[in-house]
């Protein structure tokens, strides 16, 4: 039996930041499996990978 994930309304707000900072993690480090460079990765193409706004990136990491 699978273990179902917990619904974003039940969850506080840092445990909300942190799952929407690991899907964008998670999504990045997707594209890199499929032979991609981190260097050649996109935010856009990130976040479009997990299926979010390109600004939910920004929210989540620094600009440097």
Known sequence: M????PR???LSRTERKD???NSLLQAALQLMGEGRSFTSLGIREIAREAG?????FYRHFRST
Do not use: E, G, H, Y
Request: proline fraction near 7%.
């Open 2 to 5: 699978a273990i179902a994930a």
């Open 8 to 10: 974003k309304d039940s």
């Open 19 to 21: 799952l929407t900072r």
């Open 52 to 56: 979010m706004v390109p600004n939910a």
